[in-house]
């Protein structure tokens, strides 16, 4: 779920701010694997992903502006077929190996199909291109990966999964980071909308993950934000029931079931 909210943080520069609320600091991914000194890490990978127009560009931008200025290196990788112009440097560049206009042109598919197809293709070539491209980087490199915004890319069909796993077997030690556009939440049924497709991609990458509402510079009344980082079930239950048809009624109240019990679920987790 979207709930704790922490600190804000902006970059000027930018054609828009990005006022970014964390559950927790992202800063530099150091989670070492313990007790396995045979397995040497070979570097760090963020996987950017979120719906389209969420801002993730723009958060790739900022992050390697932020670390520029702090003295920190890191390499931003654009695994968008479509992506035309970029505010950062860009290490990777999957249009290297193909581009949605190309697909496009030669195959007559369109922009959805296409972009399925060009990441299709990049799974097939994991083993060649992609390797070859991780071989140009050292141990401790950090590596952002900035993901096209389709949404079945991280909840259904299985590309970015197998991609994160052929990052682990190179030795990456690999989080995600899911951008939802805070105005999307702005409302009970988008909530649930953005909560569950979080959920789906948690699900689906297995990862450790990372949820930040973005263009929080964007919402003007910051309460109605507010009332959904912590909600009260009863509440929520009874604004869904109010809003969606009667048939949804028992979906509604599952939903809220579940909710209920992740929070008691890690309330109860015992801290070492």
Excluded at 23 to 34: C, D, I, P, Y
Aim: proline share 5%; charged share 20%; net charge negative.
């Amino acid at each position: 779920m979207l709930t704790a909210v922490f600190s804000s943080w902006s970059l000027p520069g930018l054609p828009f701010s990005l006022n970014i609320h964390f559950q927790f600091t992202v800063g530099v991914f150091r989670n070492r694997l313990k007790g396995n000194k045979e397995k040497a890490i070979m570097g760090y990978a963020q996987l950017v992903i979120g719906p389209a127009g969420s801002g993730k560009s723009t958060y790739c931008s900022s992050l390697y502006q932020h670390c520029e200025t702090v003295g920190r290196s890191i390499n931003i990788v654009n695994l968008d077929p479509a992506a035309e112009n970029f505010d950062y440097p860009v290490a990777m560049d999957i249009r290297e190996l193909i581009s949605l206009e190309d697909v496009m042109e030669e195959l007559g598919l369109g922009p959805n199909g296409g972009l399925m197809y060009c990441m299709e293709h990049l799974e097939e070539n994991l083993d060649d291109w992609l390797t070859e491209e991780l071989d140009n980087y050292l141990d401790d490199d950090y590596l952002v990966f900035d993901c096209p915004g389709q949404i079945e890319l991280f909840s259904h069909v299985p590309v970015l999964k197998n991609f994160v796993e052929h990052l682990r077997r190179k030795n990456f030690n690999v989080c995600a980071v899911y951008l939802l556009d805070s105005q999307f939440i702005t409302d009970v049924t988008k909530f649930i909308s953005g909560c569950m497709a979080s959920l789906s991609a948690m699900v689906q990458l297995e990862l450790p993950h990372v949820n930040i509402l973005s263009k929080m510079d964007l919402v003007t009344n910051k309460r109605d934000i507010e009332n959904y980082l912590d909600p009260e079930p009863r509440t929520l239950l009874a604004e869904l029931n109010q809003r969606m048809a009667p048939q949804f009624e028992k979906l509604n109240k599952s939903l809220i079931e579940l909710s209920v019990l992740l929070k008691l679920k890690a309330l109860l987790k015992p801290s070492f």
